[in-house]
């Protein structure tokens, strides 16, 4: 786990001693992702220079170090990630003659290159990554990107020079280009709570996307392929879904999920896994207890406030599974002092406030470990989210109930407001209690008038009507707008885990886990994400995922051969804090700074009179605007990070 960094003079202008300043700075700029060693390669005659930040893992001796070139002196890499695989590929290669000075995954790739290609190699890897390779005797550069979105990449060309990294600062370190925002990214933004791939927040800076392979030859035109799409693997499965019993589903099931599990644990260096209690992050642990000789090391946090703390949870998973357990019970304190920093780690605006316990817990696990195992990829593959199974309840009513109708009954369901339904809430059992009952209740209302697709984008949004939000901002149109997405996959269940695979897991979800965990030097894995298991479940028919009144069933059945069924029967909860309460409390004189009217007026980016009236609202405590607030808070702390 590393960064990379490069840049690219097409023209061949750029002296050494300028490409050494510049590609010195870019990989200064990011020594929290690679404390342990950096280097750098530079060929003046070609105009590149191609610099590296090492968190050693695997090989920490120098046979590992990056950047590092083919025996044959052909490619020269540097690569984030880690590969699964790189043992059965490395006696493939040592078949056909080639020789390793050491035992490194880095070197499995360049010389899989030599032997198979760029594209061919990257086929054949297991693993996530970011990898830049130079082709010296083409004088080609390839940018490549796993499968599934798990290390970032962002790139962008001006004029003749090319750039890219693991972050954003990467970029804005090296200079050479005007970082002007992108208003469709703000507007994007303001929709998801995150910048949708393939934009960033920066004119002119793109995302490579998951499963792609971008080539820019010596004549400067820029080929973008893909290698592997989520999406026709998805329709791909469906089509060869086949009728699994129970016993031979999860006996699958449970054999490929331990040997992705047991894949992912191999590393020169302390090594653990989160948990927190939940279905996804126990089976994780669970499969791991099951390798030979392993010493399991868990690790969770917990909150003092009812609803938001699963600490407890956690631990008497960890008990059972006999677990060196860590736990830490974070006050409001440590996670409020974050706050105004959030804006140095994610590079462009990120408003997921999970990102705040992801911070404190990954800080908290690199004081003893390097590496982390995580659950995250559970809930798109088998179907964890509340919205999968209430879509089809929804769909079978709606189907019978006439538009007016449902217009009456969002109009009621609007009737009380949200923080009315949460004391609603508090009248039921826990155990059978929705938490954030209020919002949940509010979004429902707002998708009965809505068709499929429209269903869908309400499900997901945060602004509705962003455009309206942006001064001179236009929504960028992606996946979640594409009407074909009705055509290829007319199950709604299907439509909205492919689309969330697509857009949510990369932008949110795996972004969140990449900028927290290397900002403490913490290298995360997620072996629920292996591309095996993600083609794996979308053969299982849905009845395999959902049943009895919920989701994951098979993965369930899996972990319920290693975990007693009492311990994790529980409604799902959110990774997240009471944000809601804390900017009327704590964090209000903050908020109020940033959500000032004049300020955002003179700004110019947005609005400022719905961002006045929701605050206005929220502050009188009859409703939760938590979540749209957030969204404009932190683009603003953004802003004043990045752009002041």
């Known amino acids: 786990m590393c960064g990379i960094a490069g840049l690219l003079d097409l023209g061949r202008a750029t002296g050494e001693d300028a490409l050494t300043a510049r590609i010195t700075a870019m990989t200064d700029s990011m020594v929290h992702r690679g404390p342990d060693a950096g280097d750098r390669w530079i060929d003046t005659s070609a105009g590149i220079a191609l610099g590296h930040r090492r968190l050693s893992i695997i090989d920490l001796s120098p046979a590992g170090a990056q950047p590092m070139a083919s025996a044959d002196g052909r490619f020269v890499i540097v690569y984030n ?34 032997a198979w290609g760029v594209e061919a190699t990257i086929r054949r890897f297991n693993g996530m990554f970011a990898i830049a390779v130079w082709d010296r005797a083409e004088r080609r550069l390839s940018l490549a990107r796993d499968r599934l979105g798990i290390k970032p990449l962002f790139w962008g060309r001006f004029g003749q020079t090319v750039l890219w990294g693991s972050e954003l600062k990467v970029l804005r370190a090296c200079g050479g280009w005007q970082a002007e925002i992108n208003r469709d990214a703000v507007a994007g933004f303001l929709r998801h709570s995150y910048v949708p791939a393939p934009l960033s927040i920066y004119q002119g800076v793109a995302k490579l996307e998951p499963g792609h392979i971008l080539t820019i030859g010596p004549d400067g035109v820029i080929d973008d392929r893909v290698y592997w799409d989520a999406r026709l693997a998805a329709r791909d499965g469906i089509a060869t879904r086949r009728d699994w019993s129970d016993a031979e589903a999860t006996d699958q099931l449970e054999a490929l999920l ?63 599974l006999g677990t060196e357990h860590t736990e830490l019970i974070v006050e409001p304190s440590h996670a409020l002092d974050l706050v105004p920093h959030l804006a140095d780690w994610y590079d462009e605006p990120f408003a997921d406030s999970s990102q705040i316990p992801t911070l404190l817990l990954a800080k908290m696990t690199r004081q003893h470990v390097a590496v982390a195992l995580s659950g995250d990829g559970g809930d798109e593959l088998f179907a964890g989210y509340n919205r999968y199974f209430w879509s089809g309840r929804l769909q079978s009513i709606l189907g019978k109930m006439p538009p007016a109708t449902r217009r009456g009954v969002a109009n009621a369901l609007r009737m009380a407001s949200p923080s009315a339904w ?84 990369p932008d949110d979800i795996l972004t969140k886990v990449d900028r927290a965990t290397m900002a403490v030097s913490l290298e995360a894995r997620v072996p629920l994400l292996d591309h095996r298991l993600y083609e794996f479940a979308w053969s ?51 908020a109020e700074s940033l959500l000032d009217e004049t300020r955002l007026r003179d700004a110019g980016l947005i609005d400022p009179a719905p961002v006045r009236r929701l605050w206005a609202e929220h502050l009188s405590g009859r409703w939760n605007r938590q979540h749209l607030l957030w969204d404009v808070l932190m683009l603003e702390e953004w802003r004043s990070r ?3």
């Open 81 to 114: 990630g880690e590969g699964y695989n790189a043992d059965e590929l490395r006696a493939e290669l040592a078949m056909l003659g080639h020789r390793f000075r050491g035992h490194s995954d880095t070197e499995v790739l360049v010389e899989g290159f030599s």
């Open 258 to 320: 331990t040997d992705a599990v047991h894949r992912q644990m191999v590393a020169d260096v302390p090594l653990g896994a989160f948990l927190s209690g939940g279905i996804d992050s126990s089976t994780v642990v669970a499969l791991m207890r099951t390798k030979p000789g392993a010493r399991v090391r868990t690790f969770s946090i917990g909150f003092p406030v009812e609803g938001y703390d699963e600490s407890q949870h956690a631990a008497a998973v960890a008990r059972h």
């Open 422 to 505: 949460d004391k609603l809430a508090g009248l039921i059992p826990a155990r059978l209690r929705l938490p954030q009952l209020g919002d949940k209740v509010h979004k429902l209302a707002g998708v009965l008038e809505l068709d499929e697709m429209g269903r869908y984008r309400r499900l997901v949004s945060h602004w509705e009507n962003p455009d309206q939000m942006v001064v001179g901002g236009h929504e960028p149109h992606g996946a979640i707008w594409d009407a074909l997405m009705l055509t290829d996959f007319p199950n709604g269940m299907d439509r909205m885990q492919v689309l969330d695979a697509l857009t949510y897991l």
């Open 540 to 590: 299982l028919p849905q009845s395999l995922k959902l049943r009895d009144g919920g989701g994951k069933w098979l993965l369930k059945q899996v972990l319920y051969r290693h975990v007693p069924r009492a311990l994790l029967e529980r409604p799902k909860m959110g990774f997240g804090l009471p944000i809601g309460p804390w900017l009327r409390g704590p964090l209000r004189d903050w």
């Open 642 to 644: 990045w752009m002041a």
